[in-house]
């Protein structure tokens, strides 16, 4: 099924594409193929092509290069999160593990940028994880005592502190941890694209179709032509499972987002003219929301099982209403015109929180299912299967490989109907917050 992306992503300057694309025009063999260019496949390409400089390295995407999940989502490089099943003491051991693989994934977005000369926004400024609720007390201060434990700088601060900071008092309680960055992320994945090397041969808008392995290679099928690949390096994160790699244990989510046009100097003058600041929610299904540098907010507060190649001009315009009065909640003075975008986005999820890094045979190669840290990890991820696929070793994949594997999930229509069931639960929790 083709992929249509909404044009309308507040983080790509969709004015400045560029206007030729190279698209799969004759059948190929390569050494190497990698599917999907986003923050995986890009690092995995630029990686693979300082380790095998005489190789044929192919990279495909189903529609432009970096547009997919990796220049959607908000822009968090993350150094710790809170709901993803792993923040309790009895799982203590677990988090750490993933918390390590967060702060690789830092040092390794924070090398890129410094070896490429990178502007994406950097702002090491920390990040809330907050809650309308005071009677979330309780659950702040389990997280704070565990990123104690951890070595994490943080500290639990009320709702007057929050107005100071955010410029609404919308938020009676948050844990603000010292670590974790905002960036833009379009910025970011466009100079990945731009950092491919010469023996990288990118083909975008080009859909696989299906593929098969035949003795010691791959073939794989396009919509008017084949590519035959000695290894394969599966990077289509939320469409892993479409292409059947590790189907029972990933799934994907669609999740939609609005960016409001920059506040005039009245508006921001009203909210006390706060910097730039990132707040993630303490329950589940809550509004992600962050002021960027330049005076405009996102919001995210939509989650849900949805066909992830495709959603219209009505859906997203419904999803837009409820990200107004998200906005409303917080910020009451805002007028009705004040969103100036609204997109989709695919995440990958698995049931434990875990990630996907994994050699299924000596020519195949997946990694994926971010769990919305894909930022980071992704980018760790592509280098490091780039390692693995060509036979090296690191220190970085014993450490991948050490972490906690991703559960098994049982097969459709329980699935998706255990998954909704879960959202409709975690919306009712978190209403107040969305």
Known sequence: MEIINDTSCGWIDYNNRKSKLKTLNKNLKCDYLIVGAGLTGLSAARKLSEIEKNKNIVLVDAQRAGEGASSRNSGYLVDTTLNDGFTSERNLKNYKKKVQLYNLGIKTVKKFIKDYQVDCDWNECGKYFASSKLKDERKANEFSNILTKLNYKNNILYQNELKAKLGTNFYKIAVYTNGGILLNPAKLILSMIKAL??????????????????????????KNFNIKTKKIIFCTNGFLSQLGIKKRYNFPLTLTASMTRRLNDEEFEAIGRPKEWGVLPIRPMGATIRMTKDRKILIRNTAELKNPSFMNGLDLNKRA??????????????????????????????????????????????????????????????????????????????IIKDKKKPSWLPPQPFLNMGINLRLFYERIIANSDI
């Open 197 to 222: 090397p010469e023996n990288v041969k990118l083909y975008e808008n080009t859909l696989m179709l299906n593929w098969k392995k035949f003795n010691n290679s791959i073939d794989c099928s396009f």
């Open 321 to 398: 209403l409820l990200h107004y009065f998200g906005l409303k909640k917080r910020f009451p003075s805002f007028p009705k015109n004040i969103i100036k975008s609204t997109w989709s986005g695919v995440v990958c999820r698995s049931g434990n929180g875990s990630q996907i890094f994994e050699k299924i045979d000596d020519n195949i190669f997946v990694a994926g299912c971010y769990n919305g840290s894909g930022i980071g990890v992704g980018t760790l991820f592509g280098e490091q299967i780039a390692f693995m696929s060509s036979n090296q070793f690191s220190e970085e994949i014993s």
